[in-house]
């Protein structure tokens, strides 16, 4: 049969050390059986590797910072799409999905560009700020957390928290503190990086398992794969895992692909305590930068979503392997000068 | 006392479980106790084997396999909290 022909627009080119998921979505969409794709990268930075790799990549054009709004993202969407003719849009940081969402209805009605993303409502709900009273909206343990806009509310936590804690910014990053000293310290690392509100949370020790999974928006989930982190970095970034089979997490994801009816990929990040209670930690609203685990392990789940944002009848997987593992490497590419200079000063290359 | 029936065993002596992602890797002599646990075989029956084949005297191995299966069971290899010797 032959494949169809699709434009499909990707972000998420940092394959760096705490890489983004483009990358390995891309890698997934290579791979299909459905789809000859025709890959068009979307990249904030001059330096996001992606960019330069073309046997991945055709052609990358750069965007607009999401703290510039969706209008400006709107006007370059709209220059690319002229050359391009995006039929696709796949975002995968936290940080612009604010941007892509609010412009997903003008993308499909003003150029026919679809998007597959959650709806502002569940996105805001899971937000880290939220997500102890989604965890009991939705029925899932979630460790007590306190959300800091000032200095002054750090001396107060001690009344209603045992230290060590949880320190995290808004979208990313996570420093565990054990005193208000370092509290403050972290505070201050992540609001400037990320804004704020920095979020506290209490410390839940056990080992890390995540889940990849995507729903489709009726409360279906179309596949999960979880997997347990085998190495990480001091930057707390798996470098190696291992897909494991656990039913109870699954059946979290199910439960809240159920309740929530969440369109799009997830990841959920849990704690697994040596008692065996799940805390959910985190839920990133997009695929996890090891997606690409879950299509070793027989769930494509970029090419099930591109299935699902065409409108199509996507089956439930049923199965995926246990004990495949995903090992990152880095790799130095060489690249022209003429390149670089061309992504810097034009904006596309 | 048995292993958890999900444990997938090498004949190399490589020990993987499916539910943590754990791996271990056991000694010939490991690996052939975690197989007879595997098939269910009781202590008493494993200690018999072993002693018949290998130069081991019966109480000085009784030991050894309670100190191995506790082991396994604080892995969370086996099913459930059964004694050593059960």
């Known amino acids: ?349 | 006392m048995k292993l958890k029936k999900n444990i997938a065993l090498s004949d190399t002596g490589f020990v993987f479980d499916p539910s943590t992602g754990n791996s271990f890797t056991v000694n010939p002599i490991g690996l052939e106790i975690i197989g007879y646990l595997k098939e269910g075989r009781s202590a008493e029956e494993i200690k018999q084997e072993i002693t018949e084949r290998y130069e081991t005297d019966g109480p000085g191995f009784e030991k050894d396999l309670a100190d191995f299966v506790n082991m396994l069971q604080k892995l969370k290899l086996t099913d459930g909290h059964g004694k050593a010797t059960d």
């Open chain 1, 1 to 349: 049969m032959a494949k169809r022909r699709i434009n499909i627009a990707v972000t998420g080119l940092n394959a760096i050390d705490s890489p983004g998921p483009g990358i390995p979505v891309i890698r997934a969409l290579r791979e299909s059986s459905l789809f000859d794709v025709r890959i068009i990268g979307l990249s904030y930075e001059a330096l996001e590797p992606g960019i330069y790799m073309h046997d991945l990549v055709d052609k990358t054009y750069q965007i607009p910072l999401p703290a510039a709004g969706a209008e400006q993202l709107l006007n370059r969407l709209r220059y690319i799409h002229e050359a391009e003719q995006l039929e696709l849009i796949i975002p995968n940081f936290d940080a612009e999905l604010f941007n892509f969402i609010r412009l997903a209805d003008v993308l499909r009605e003003q150029m026919g560009i679809r998007t597959f993303l959650p709806e502002m409502a569940q996105f805001e709900a899971r937000q880290k700020v939220n997500l102890e009273a989604y965890g009991k909206e939705h029925g899932l343990r979630i460790p007590k957390s306190r959300s800091l806009t000032r200095h002054a509310e750090i001396a107060a936590l001690s009344h209603d928290f045992t230290y060590p804690l949880m320190v995290k910014g808004k979208f990313y990053d996570a420093c565990i503190a054990y005193t208000p000293e370092q509290v403050q310290t972290s505070f201050n690392k992540l609001s400037s990086k990320w804004g704020l509100p920095v979020i506290v949370q209490e410390f839940i020790a056990g080992e890390e398992v995540n889940v990849t999974a995507l729903g489709d928006g009726t409360g279906q989930m179309i596949g999960a794969v979880p997997m347990r982190k085998q190495y990480v970095t001091d930057k707390g970034k798996a470098w190696s895992g291992i897909s494991i089979d656990d039913e109870r997490l699954l059946d979290m994801a199910r439960r809240l692909f159920h309740t929530s009816r969440w369109r799009g990929g997830l990841e959920l990040e849990v704690i697994r305590t040596a008692e065996e209670d799940y805390y959910l930690i985190e839920i990133n609203p997009r695929f996890p930068a090891w997606i690409y685990l879950a299509v070793g392990c027989g769930q494509n789940h970029p090419e099930a979503l591109v299935r699902l944002a065409l409108g199509e009848d996507v089956k439930p997987f049923e199965r995926y392997d246990v004990g495949k593992l995903f090992v990152r490497y880095s790799y130095d590419m060489i690249v022209e000068l003429d390149e670089f200079m061309k992504i810097s000063t034009q904006g596309e290359l």
